[in-house]
């Protein structure tokens, strides 16, 4: 199942609506369904978790044990079932400092704090602020995770070298491991056509591993990772000085941490909503990512957030409940104390190809036409986001794409302002203001008039246009001033109430009307301008 952000995201424009869509029913068909679903993607965890436990400087252990804790609590009180958490490499890259500098109890104290931030931003519904995401930025993460995750599984075609060091495969293990990937994807491919009986991805590990174990095939498996085996995980309070030179060390990680697990997951959820068809439940996966992190944070793990991959592999096995999420978590678990040797045995290169079909399906690839239909702003954003995302993280990503458009959106506004004049027959001169009036084009305002050869009397009517911000009032103040400065009259019209209020303190002469507009500036209005519609 290709995933089609455009389409999902038209269709969410279309529906306008805030709520789930029916609940799925558990019926025994869909209960298989969704333990499969979980056992496929605890599968794909096992040797990310280890990979990113590396990258972050810490035991294996200390990954698994987070994508166990992390995804079962956000599976039982997440915003979106059928979404998967765990440990990700985007907190992976954060953490190794600090482990490097302090050691691993203050990553632990780390994740503590991280999950305490996250669980107010719940609280205080933060989660909601996801939303001024625009699209071509969504378009970009979506694009930009893809290529994250296809450079990722290219570690796996590394083996340790003479000296110790990690060297690319060559000659023949290089072709056997490729054609494994190959017939992973074929399977994946070519299995719904012929039965749904298990999900493909399962279909496709099961198969490629019974190849590689039954022929004794050499490649590189899970266990050449690390060793998986250990015990439940224990809780223990981080072994940290309880001092403000101890919060000074964490708090600015912790901060950095929590808002990437924030942006991530909140994006996945949106791109997990639109494939399941349910909305909302932002401010409920704050709470749950806090909740999970701060828990995890005890039981020696590594902290986490929501997985794309692994999201998208239990969404396309048919996972649509809690019980898939719920199950992975446990299965995971199970890995770790019970079947380790078992799992040690899976090729990697039946993993890698699951997470490349994953890497076709997750790519917006309708992007790649568009931009010759889009503005040039919105296929520049598409690009930046992606290679930010590629190149640094997404947490900055989104950020500056989300900048880019706020400018690019006021650039257009404020070249937007403009008046239509006319004069009365009483021999005044009116300026009818059409477009937005705020910082942005208060100087494009400041422009449009005349003050030493206009009439006597001058009306300036704000009917078509919208008085933004403290700016606006700065700059129609200055007008005014002008005209009286050369001994003239100017009455504003079709001004809000408190627009009323603030010019007539600054000596203006504002012309009260049955029709004003009730709409209010700079704190209020983003409240009003949904509730009137963009009206006037």
């Known amino acids: ?126 989660g909601k602020f996801i939303r001024l995401v625009p699209h071509p930025v969504m378009l970009g993460f979506v694009n930009g995770l893809a290529i994250v995750i296809f450079l990722a599984q290219l570690t796996q075609f590394q083996v340790p070298g003479p000296d110790g060091t990690k060297v690319w495969m060559s000659g023949m293990p290089l072709i056997i491991s490729l054609g494994l990937v190959g017939l992973t994807m074929l399977i994946i491919w070519g299995m719904p056509k012929i039965s749904n009986i298990i999900p493909a991805p399962l279909a496709g590990i099961a198969i490629v591993a019974i190849m590689v174990i039954a022929f004794g095939i050499d490649v590189p498996r899970v266990g050449d990772l690390a060793s998986i085996e250990g015990g439940l995980p224990e809780f223990a309070i981080p072994n940290v000085p309880l001092t403000l030179e101890t919060l000074q060390i964490i708090f600015p990680y912790a901060l950095i941490l929590a808002a990437i697990g924030l942006i991530e997951s909140l994006l996945t959820l949106n791109l997990v909503g639109e494939m399941t068809n349910r909305r909302g439940g932002a401010s409920q ?32 096995s048919g996972g649509r409940t809690r019980l898939s999420g719920i199950s992975a978590a446990l299965f995971l678990l199970v890995f770790i104390l019970f079947a380790s040797g078992l799992i040690e045995q899976i090729p990697l290169a039946a993993l890698v190809g699951v997470m490349f079909m994953v890497v076709i399906g997750t790519f917006a690839w309708q992007s790649l036409r568009l931009f010759r239909k889009i503005p040039l702003t919105d296929a520049l954003v598409i690009v930046l986001v992606t290679a930010v995302t590629v190149y640094a993280d997404l947490a900055i990503a989104v950020v500056v794409g989300v900048i880019v458009s706020a400018l690019a959106y006021a650039w ?16 005044a001169k009116t300026y009818e203001i059409f477009g937005p009036l705020f910082f942005g084009s208060s100087e494009g305002f400041m422009e449009l008039f005349d003050p030493k050869n206009d009439p006597d009397r001058v009306i300036i009517d704000f009917a078509a246009s919208r008085v933004a911000d403290q700016s606006a009032l700065q700059v129609i103040d200055a007008v005014a001033g002008k005209y009286q400065a050369e001994g003239k009259s100017v009455q504003l019209r079709h001004l809000s109430r408190d627009c009323h209020k603030l010019l007539e303190r600054a000596g203006q002469l504002v012309v009260d009307s049955d029709d004003d507009p009730d709409y209010e500036i700079a704190a209020d209005y983003s409240v009003k301008i949904g509730a009137l519609g963009g009206g006037h």
Do not use: W
Not at 22 to 33: D, F, H
Not at 413 to 424: L, M, P, S
């Open 1 to 126: 199942m290709a995933i089609n952000p455009l389409k999902a995201f038209a269709l969410r424009v279309k529906s306008g609506s805030n709520k789930d869509s029916e609940a799925v029913k558990l019926t025994p068909m869909q209960i298989k369904t969704e333990l499969l679903s979980g056992l496929t993607v605890a599968l794909a965890l096992v040797p990310e978790a280890v990979a990113f436990a590396f990258v972050a400087g810490v035991h294996p252990l200390v990954g698994l044990y987070a994508a166990f804790l992390v995804g079962l609590i956000t599976a039982v009180f997440g915003g979106r079932p059928g979404m998967i958490s765990g440990a990700t490499g985007a907190l992976a890259v954060v953490m190794v400092a600090l482990v490097a500098q302090h050691g691993v109890q203050y990553l632990f104290a780390t994740v503590v704090l991280m999950g305490i931030l996250q669980l107010l931003a719940g609280i205080f519904r933060l």
């Open 285 to 316: 996966e704050c709470m749950a990512q806090g909740a999970s992190n701060v828990v995890t944070g005890f039981f020696g793990g590594m902290g986490g957030c929501a997985m794309i991959g692994q999201s998208m592999i239990n969404v396309k």
């Open 412 to 427: 257009t506004n404020a070249v937007r302002i403009e008046a239509k004049t006319r004069i009365t027959h009483d021999g």
